[in-house]
DNA sequence: CGCAGTTTTGATTTCTGTCAACGTCTGTGG
DNA sequence: CCACAGACGTTGACAGAAATCAAAACTGCG
């Protein structure tokens, strides 16, 4: 690595102003790889940041603040940096899907990329860091790089595999199953980022943000977490999930 | 248009054994705009076919086939020119979930244009030819064009949309309204490709095809359409159904 | 004609939602 | 330090939606 880089911290304190994409690419997220392709030759043993850097102004907001709302057009493309958000469409009479949670490194909305505008409501769980970059800046970074094409193909094709996960959940999964899945994907996806063994992790959603990614109510998700417990499959104590049995939780979920 | 052009058929004739991407590209599907981008310029005033042409050998099975199946790895990019095809996830203890509807220029999977294997199980739902294009080639073929990223992007918006429906549906909706719903935006698609006025359409779909498209259960689909139709709803008839009433429909499917 | 795949219908069960009440926790402000 | 409010979690009784089971009629086709 070059000698002018400067820290790619993984961790809570990642909130200085501006920041090199590649911050957010270490992170090892769905995007991650397409920033840093992007990034690839810049920071590597030649001297770094020869090309100008994407930078971008972090915002810090506190949990249960919108960071997007719908009809919104927006010249950005937002990233989260630290923290979890949830992003979800909504329906008359009040009832709403969460499509995605976003977790550190995690662009607010793939499609959102290419788009300036979405149809989706991105709130955050807990305090959240998060950055806009300039949309044009971006896909004009992108294009320069030879394989943009390949790598927006990987990209879409982690996203929609994520994606038909969710339909199988939603269209032919239990909902002891749909959850048990849940806590699995999530446990994968935060040891991906170097948070948490694996076994104990970090778990600051609500019951109702479960019910509306799941596509249940927070009474039945309370009743089957509760079961769960019971039967000393995870427990939860505070903010902070464990997976008692892994073995049986992933029997559940019907992987195998 | 150029002299040398070849007639591009919208109908069921399309089943010459090779044919340009272009007849395929007319039927304005989701991948229409990829294929007819590419093609641009090749087709217009100047001289037709001056680049190589694309080409593919067409395949014509009857109904109930499968065309290709999950640990399946391909060289080829399917595309199903005439007929209905289904393509579906399977889950443990014979679940399974129809992931999209399949129609003339449908491209079999979008993730597949640039992924050689594919989990999903592709049926044909009545006769269906299709045709295998090479995979190399079309890549090939579509970088060379200058906007080859702007196009991906826009693909990549509308299917994801389509996703985000599917999503909304099996989590947030009831059987009338998933039902509904599909009706009209299978006429919808249709309409879009010259196939019916938009009140009667062609309608070769099974019971169980809704139902495992939707989440459901055959009897409980086969239910709620005897609703329908009792209610002057709709109306079906062989392999053709009649939407009668579509502000009734459309608001039973909650779309405003 | 017979058969396999469908559609239809009714009876019954299971799962999940709805309603309601109450307990807990956390941060706030006096 | 305590009182308070709002969000959240927990529990039980009950209702409703959809699944399951079962049987019969229909349909197209070889």
Redesign the pocket.
Known sequence: MGPKMHRHSLGRDDTSPTSCVVCIANKLNLCGDILKKMQAGRHGDAPALTAPAITARAHTIP??RIISRPPEWSEFITFICVGWAVSSLALPNGRRQIVSFLLSGDVISVANLFEPHTDRLTESVTEVTYRNFNRSEFVTAWQRNSDALKTFAGTWVKYDLEKMQLILDLGR??????IAHLILVLADRLAIRGFGSGAVIEFP?????I?DAM????????????AF?RSGLID?E?RSLAILDPIRLRRVATLQ
């Open positions: 949990a249960r999964r239990t909902a002891e199953e749909r959603l609500r019951q109702h943000h019910a596509g249940l109510t927070p009474v039945h998700v309370n009743k089957v977490l509760s417990r939860i505070g």
